[in-house]
């Protein structure tokens, strides 16, 4: 027989076959990127003359001076989270009760409704934010009565109109895996609790959700994410609503600043972008850890 020294000492050797292609792609499409903008912010491109050649010189933080001072950069920032505070909670409400209902056995069909509830997240946000777009135009939408007396297209609703978009998409993706949680808890935790007298909703609130509550962390900072870096949907929106500008969101003022073309701008916004969106999920973090602690 193999001793437990030669055992682990093999075991170690395979290590590197598992770690160096994660470490390879890792570097490749996450680190480097992330290089190279930052390297692109600290440039800036000057003419000699009006219509002398362009080239890049080193600016320092010339354009990092130019991020915050753009009033149009910040208010983005302030309406996606604004949007984040309302549209986050009810999509993850509503995933967490489809969830929790799926788990209940008081559904038949679990199959059938599981993949009913994700299938959204299936359909590419562009399809799914041109599909909503239509039924929110009161020209196009089959559903008149309702688009004529209610602008879903206007500055003040339009916001709302994406979010709705948003909270379509990936209300299933966040249900599975809370879902798939909810599948980790043993049965005998559920016995014991039947035994002791609790029902469906008693079990529910004080054993499901609080055992689920890392599946639940783990979706709230997906969504953080996700809603810093909201494109598709405002972009199709467009075409559609003219208070859907090309500063709306924050990656909107990146992708129309690269556009231009300034590319060592877009990238500045983009940093600045990247740090907020790792701030505002770390204080999550540390505030939902603190919590857990107590």
């Given at each position: 027989m193999t001793s437990a020294p030669a055992r682990a000492a093999r075991h170690g050797r395979a290590v590197p076959f598992f770690v160096v292609p994660f470490g390879v792609l890792f570097t490749l499409f996450y680190l480097l990127p992330i290089g190279y903008a930052i390297v692109q912010s600290?440039?800036?491109?000057?003419?000699?003359?009006?219509?002398g050649p362009a080239r890049e010189v080193f600016g320092g933080l010339v354009q990092y001076e130019r991020v915050f001072a753009d009033g149009a950069f910040w208010t983005s920032i302030?309406?996606?989270?604004?949007?984040?505070v309302v549209q986050v909670p009810v999509m993850l409400?509503?995933?967490?009760?489809?969830?929790?209902?799926l788990d209940s056995g008081l559904v038949r069909g679990r199959r059938f409704f599981r993949?009913?509830?994700?299938?959204?997240?299936?359909?590419?946000?562009?399809?799914?934010a041109i599909m909503w777009g239509f039924l929110y135009s009161p020209n196009l939408s089959p559903l008149k009565p309702v688009t004529s007396a209610i602008?879903?297209?206007s500055a003040d609703l339009?916001?709302?109109?994406?979010?709705?978009?948003?909270?379509?998409?990936?209300?299933?993706y966040n249900m599975l895996i809370i879902y798939s949680a909810l599948l980790a808890i043993p049965a005998e935790v559920y016995e014991a609790a039947r035994l002791d007298g609790a029902g469906q909703w008693r079990i529910a609130w004080s054993i499901k959700i609080p055992l689920v509550m890392p599946a639940i962390v783990l979706t709230t900072v997906f969504s953080i994410i996700?809603?810093?870096?909201l494109l598709a949907e405002p972009?199709?929106?467009?075409?559609?609503?003219?208070?859907?500008?090309?500063?709306?969101?924050?990656?909107?003022?990146?992708?129309?600043?690269?556009?231009?073309?300034?590319?060592?701008l877009a990238a500045a916004f983009s940093v600045v972008l990247a740090l907020t969106t790792f701030v505002l999920s770390f204080v999550f973090l540390r505030f939902t850890n603190r919590k857990g602690v107590q």
């Amino acid at each position: 027989m193999t001793s437990a020294p030669a055992r682990a000492a093999r075991h170690g050797r395979a290590v590197p076959f598992f770690v160096v292609p994660f470490g390879v792609l890792f570097t490749l499409f996450y680190l480097l990127p992330i290089g190279y903008a930052i390297v692109q912010s600290l440039y800036k491109v000057e003419r000699t003359g009006t219509f002398g050649p362009a080239r890049e010189v080193f600016g320092g933080l010339v354009q990092y001076e130019r991020v915050f001072a753009d009033g149009a950069f910040w208010t983005s920032i302030g309406r996606v989270l604004a949007f984040g505070v309302v549209q986050v909670p009810v999509m993850l409400g509503l995933a967490l009760l489809l969830a929790l209902l799926l788990d209940s056995g008081l559904v038949r069909g679990r199959r059938f409704f599981r993949l009913a509830f994700f299938v959204p997240y299936a359909v590419p946000g562009v399809i799914a934010a041109i599909m909503w777009g239509f039924l929110y135009s009161p020209n196009l939408s089959p559903l008149k009565p309702v688009t004529s007396a209610i602008d879903f297209l206007s500055a003040d609703l339009v916001l709302w109109a994406i979010a709705n978009v948003v909270t379509w998409v990936y209300v299933g993706y966040n249900m599975l895996i809370i879902y798939s949680a909810l599948l980790a808890i043993p049965a005998e935790v559920y016995e014991a609790a039947r035994l002791d007298g609790a029902g469906q909703w008693r079990i529910a609130w004080s054993i499901k959700i609080p055992l689920v509550m890392p599946a639940i962390v783990l979706t709230t900072v997906f969504s953080i994410i996700g809603t810093l870096q909201l494109l598709a949907e405002p972009q199709v929106f467009r075409s559609f609503s003219s208070a859907v500008s090309s500063t709306y969101t924050p990656n909107l003022t990146v992708y129309s600043t690269s556009s231009i073309p300034n590319f060592n701008l877009a990238a500045a916004f983009s940093v600045v972008l990247a740090l907020t969106t790792f701030v505002l999920s770390f204080v999550f973090l540390r505030f939902t850890n603190r919590k857990g602690v107590q």
